[in-house]
């Protein structure tokens, strides 16, 4: 297959990320809503991931250059500083996103070990030795700092319709320290894998790679790893090119007019972002083809029947799917919950807004009565998206 052509300069209309593509191969509706500009929502895992991954970068770009080489104990820190900044750097930005629970400033703990278990790798990877983080010299850090090519780099097809966010290009080394070869390392800092690596993740960094030898066809031997920071332990991802997938993909996800077909799936739908937009689960759900929200937390859509602002206190009408548009009916079930924090802010919200149909009720934990929602939960306009608003004013 040709990718190449006489387009190469011309600017795509769409482009293929890891990210995107793993959206559209769960449910194309998904990655279409994801691409409609609605309000997005922030996670303390994106945060910790982005706080670290910041980190990494600072520290391989780090300018030691007049810093005696034997100097110790410089390390711990020294990344402890970078992680602070980047961490209140990320606060700012996920109270400043439209939908966000409360911050857990505990968890800088948990990112603060996962930086520690990213720079253990690049440590071992640059075969200095067994070395604690306290002990490592300017020096040696000048060592690791030589085997980074890239941190935090751009890939793009000569097309335009692929790119990529490479976490790390780093040598490969031989035992007596000479490069053999070059490393796609992607930074990993949620679970490790139980067993091999997930399968869209072996696809990504199969991704990674096969974009650089596009980019680089004369480049040495390429490897292609998952860091995972909580290990720290790597994990290697082979098997072939993924580009013609990659490419053929790219011809489903343009964005049209119309919604992208849905694909409702258990665990796709239940961790889907954009559920408030997307009426496809909600008529799964009602007619069996997704198994009924019976669980410790559930998704509803209701209509509000009363609120007290100042307990939190509602009494709701659950609704069931009428059509696949985003038609409701009433199902005559009444339940009482109380919101507190975010939830109870946003349900206020609502209620003072020109909004009066019915809302989405996101995480409702349903193992107590009345129901309860707090900051793991979401009350949204329930908004039906029908046509494409990307290029609306």
């Known amino acids: 297959m040709s990718h190449q052509g006489g387009d190469e300069m011309a600017v795509p209309a769409h482009q293929l990320s890891p990210s995107s593509w793993n959206n559209y191969e769960s449910c194309p509706r998904k990655y279409w809503l994801s691409r409609q500009r609605l309000p997005r929502k922030a996670g303390m895992a994106a945060t910790i991931g982005t706080a670290v991954h910041d980190s990494v970068e600072d520290m391989c770009n780090l300018d030691i250059s007049s810093r005696d080489?034997?100097?110790?104990?410089?390390?711990?820190?020294?990344?402890?500083?970078?992680?602070?900044?980047?961490?209140?750097?990320?606060?700012?930005?996920?109270?400043?996103?439209?939908?966000?629970?409360?911050?857990?400033?505990?968890?800088?703990?948990?990112?603060?070990?996962?930086?520690i278990g990213s720079l253990n790798l690049l440590i071992s990877n640059a075969k200095i030795g067994k070395v604690r983080m306290s002990e490592v010299s300017i020096g040696q850090w000048r060592m690791v700092q030589d085997t980074v090519l890239a941190a935090e780099g751009t890939l793009r097809s000569p097309c335009g319709r692929l790119m990529g966010r490479l976490d790390l290009l780093v040598k490969e080394l031989d035992?007596?320290?000479?490069?053999?070869?070059?490393?796609?390392?992607?930074?990993?800092?949620?679970?490790?894998?139980?067993?091999?690596?997930?399968?869209?993740?072996?696809?990504?960094?199969?991704?990674?790679?096969?974009?650089?030898?596009?980019?680089?066809?004369?480049a040495p031997n390429v490897r292609a790893q998952g860091w995972y920071s909580a290990g720290p332990k790597v994990y290697e991802a082979e098997g072939p090119s993924v580009l013609d997938d990659a490419f053929r993909a790219w011809e489903g996800m343009a964005i049209t007019k119309e919604p992208l077909d849905a694909n409702p799936d258990e665990?796709?739908?239940?961790?889907?972002?954009?559920k408030a937009w997307c009426p496809s689960w909600f008529y799964s759900r009602t007619n069996g083809g997704l198994?009924?929200?019976?669980?410790?937390?559930?998704?509803?859509?209701?209509?509000?029947?009363?609120?007290?602002?100042?307990?939190?206190?509602?009494?709701?009408?659950?609704?069931?799917?009428?059509?696949e548009e985003g038609g409701i009916i009433p199902s005559g079930r009444t339940v009482g919950i109380v919101c507190k924090g975010q939830s109870l802010d946003q349900m206020r919200s609502i209620m003072e807004s020109d909004h009066r149909g019915a809302v989405f009720l996101g995480s409702i934990r349903s193992n107590s009565r009345p129901w309860a929602m707090g900051d793991w939960s979401e009350v949204l306009p329930w908004s039906p998206l029908l046509e494409s608003v990307r290029n609306r004013k």
């Open 69 to 115: 080489a034997d100097e110790v104990g410089w390390l711990p820190p020294t990344a402890k500083a970078i992680l602070d900044l980047h961490w209140q750097k990320e606060k700012e930005i996920f109270m400043g996103t439209p939908r966000h629970p409360a911050f857990k400033d505990g968890e800088i703990i948990r990112a603060h070990d996962l930086l």
């Open 175 to 218: 035992e007596d320290r000479n490069p053999v070869g070059w490393i796609v390392a992607d930074l990993k800092t949620g679970k490790m894998p139980t067993g091999g690596l997930y399968d869209t993740v072996s696809r990504q960094l199969r991704f990674y790679r096969d974009m650089l030898l596009e980019i680089n066809p004369n």
């Open 267 to 274: 665990d796709a739908c239940r961790f889907c972002e954009w």
């Open 291 to 323: 198994p009924p929200s019976e669980g410790l937390f559930r998704d509803e859509v209701a209509i509000v029947l009363q609120f007290d602002s100042a307990s939190g206190a509602c009494m709701v009408e659950l609704l069931t799917s009428k059509d």
